[in-house]
């Protein structure tokens, strides 16, 4: 019998996930405030449900995908007041729990502790890999939860993921997640930044990523997510930077590292600088581009 999966979130991620789970054979159950993006779901067999409980009805797992650690904690725990209206009393008992939210490690803790408070599993498992990724079933999932959950999750992630990690404990898969974007911020500033200067020099950016990619400067962003227009065919770049993944949600992920950084006390010179970047670029009004068209922010203005 197949597994009965609600997803809740149907975004630039979201979607193309649950679409994942359907072509494995799954039953899904979607739900989001976007009516519109639950319905488009029902050509692939999805069920459309109206409200949060409708789509948790009779679920085997609930996966989440969600802007920010506050919806995360609202519809988990409902709103402020309101615990009834969270997914904590809707859910049947034994009911598996996903979050793949990127969201600060503290709330991905509290909501783990409301799971074990009511005898349930949960994990946070966001995603690194971008819309392709979760459009190719590819994506890499970053894991925090015991090791019983782990495993049960890795029976569902494998329909929508190639890696499937267990970084540790609660938290921890967050925790992990703000590490890497940390450093994919850091090196997409530094790839704007060389092919840049190449451009403004005389070379050609094709040629000088090329090289680069056959150097000791090779990177990811680089080999896969070229920020120079034309460079690459199917990256954001090339098609008018639309996301992929949106500079907004790189400049909160950078802000989830600095907070970190700051309750550790640990120095992030170089993520603070991309940080910095990103809010000068998202307030130039870049805010839902792909976060590649930092590259404009360094081209001399025509």
């Not at 150097?215 to 098609?239: D, F, H, I, Q, T």
């Amino acid at each position: 019998m197949a597994a009965t999966i609600a997803f809740i979130g149907l975004g630039n991620m979201g979607g193309p996930m649950a679409r994942n789970l359907l072509k494995a054979g799954c039953k899904v159950q979607v739900f989001d405030i976007n009516t519109e993006a639950a319905r488009q779901l029902e050509s692939d067999g999805a069920v459309a449900a109206r409200s949060l409980k409708d789509a948790v009805a009779g679920a085997d797992t609930v996966m989440t995908m969600l802007p920010a650690g506050q919806h995360v904690r609202q519809v988990y725990l409902g709103p402020k007041g309101r615990p009834e209206d969270g997914l904590f009393a809707m859910v049947s008992p034994g009911t598996f729990l996903i979050d793949s939210s990127t969201i600060d490690p503290a709330t991905a803790k509290e909501v783990a502790d409301h799971a074990a408070d009511h005898q349930l599993e949960f994990v946070d498992a966001p995603v690194s890999g971008g819309v392709a990724g979760a459009e190719a079933g590819t994506l890499t999932f970053i894991v925090g939860g015991t090791d019983s959950a782990f495993r049960q999750a890795e029976a569902v992630l494998r329909h929508v993921g190639k890696n499937i990690f267990h970084a540790g404990p609660a938290g921890a898969g967050q925790m992990a997640k703000i590490c890497n974007n940390l450093m994919l911020a850091v090196q997409m500033a530094g790839a704007c930044e060389a092919l840049n200067l190449g451009i403004e020099n005389g070379l050609d950016p094709k040629v000088l990523s090329d090289i680069m990619l056959q150097s000791s400067g090779r990177n990811w962003v680089l080999e896969l997510y070229n920020p120079c227009p034309g460079v690459l065919e199917n990256a954001p770049a090339s098609k008018g930077y639309q996301p992929g993944f949106m500079s907004k949600l790189m400049l909160k992920d950078l802000g989830l590292g600095m907070d970190a950084a700051l309750l550790s006390q640990t120095a992030v010179p170089m993520g603070s600088l991309a940080r910095n970047l990103y809010a000068l670029h998202n307030a130039k009004g870049n805010e839902l581009r792909d976060f590649s068209s930092l590259f404009e922010l360094y081209q001399r203005q025509q």
